[in-house]
Structure formats: C-alpha cells, structure tokens
C-alpha cells in the first residue's frame, strides 16, 4: 500500500527546503506517493526582495506548489520542516497551521502520522524546543507522533536529537545527516503504512 506523504516545509534561505528535498527521496525509495510542499510566504515581499540570500532562495524555490488544507487532508501522513526562531517554529509555518481548523475540526488531521524537523543558526538555538513545541499541536489535532528516537545508528552521528533532525544553518549537509533525514523520512512512512 503507497502512504501519501505531505512534506511541508518553510526555509528562509535553503536550509529545510534541503532537509525536505533530501527526505522526500528517502521517502519515495521506501514506496511513498510525495508531495513536496511550501508554507506560504507571510513576510512583507519588500522585506523579502531586502535581503539577498532570502530574495533568491524565494526566487529558486517559486516552482514548489504551497501546501494547502486539502494536501493535508489528503496526505496518510506528515513531514513538518521549519526553521526556529525563538525556540518555536518560524511564523510562516504557524500561520499555515493556523489555517487548518476547519480540516482538524472535521476530523481530517487525527490518526495520521508526524514528524517534524528544524534548523537555527547556531547549534543550540532552540531546535529542541521547536520539535517539543510543535508536537503539542500535532496532539491537538490527534495525530500520531512518530519521532526518530534512537532507533537507528545515524541518529547518534548525526548530532543525536531523538525528537526530529535539525540542523545548524550554512552547515554543510554531510552523508550521516542526509542519512539520518532519510531514516527519519522512512520510518515515518512505515509507520504510516502499518496505521492505514
């Protein structure tokens, strides 16, 4: 049976775009149907065009569809990927979450499958609690969460967070991060399979 996977990211410069684009592949070898996703963009544009980095990942990425409350409702599962800012997930991403009440309130986010990953700027910048944080709504909604754990060597090599990867931005994606995102990606699918 083919587990229809939501990625839905949100990047500010590239990095969990490539966290999403590398899971989405482990996902797909593992047998998933993919729909790689973007939250939508909330920041004034003039702010956006402001800052260099920011203007022309917007710019590489306009081809990826924006996620909308009928991508979830039609995903078996979930793959969240956002920033942290604060010690929670960057805004865009909780203005998409703060779109899906009328999804949740028909019972079209329970019984799914979740993960969640982050990234921050420097190592100890709340990825942690932007997974934790995270996960509470993905209890409100019923879902089920399925954390990477340490469940599997790539786990420990990369950086060890049982909770989701995260990763410190404008460092380089080695071979044990990839791995652990795509482990992480495929053990969220097999969950999901066994579930439907």
């Known amino acids: 049976m083919s587990v229809k996977l939501a990625i839905v990211y949100y990047s500010t410069y590239g990095t969990n775009h490539q966290m999403a684009e590398i899971a989405a592949v482990g996902a797909r070898d593992a047998g998933a149907s993919v729909r790689l996703l973007k939250a939508p963009e909330t920041a004034p544009a003039e702010i956006v065009a402001s800052v260099a980095a920011w203007h022309a990942h917007t710019e590489r990425t306009a081809g990826v569809p924006v996620a909308t409350a009928a991508d979830m409702e039609w995903a078996d599962a979930y793959l969240v990927s956002a920033p942290t800012r604060f010690g929670v997930m960057a805004s865009q991403m909780r203005a998409f979450i703060d779109t899906l009440g009328g999804v949740w309130a028909r019972g079209k986010l329970a019984n799914k499958a979740i993960s969640g990953m982050t990234s921050a700027q420097n190592t100890h910048g709340g990825q942690e609690a932007t997974l934790l944080s995270f996960y509470t709504t993905a209890m409100h909604w019923g879902a089920i969460v399925v954390a990477p754990g340490y469940t599997d060597p790539s786990i420990f090599k990369a950086r060890g967070n049982p909770y989701g990867y995260s ?30």
Not at 167 to 196: C, S
């Open 167 to 196: 990763h410190t931005q404008g460092a380089e994606f080695t071979e044990d991060d990839k791995a652990a995102i795509t482990y992480q990606a495929r053990r969220l699918v097999d969950v999901a399979r066994k579930l439907i």
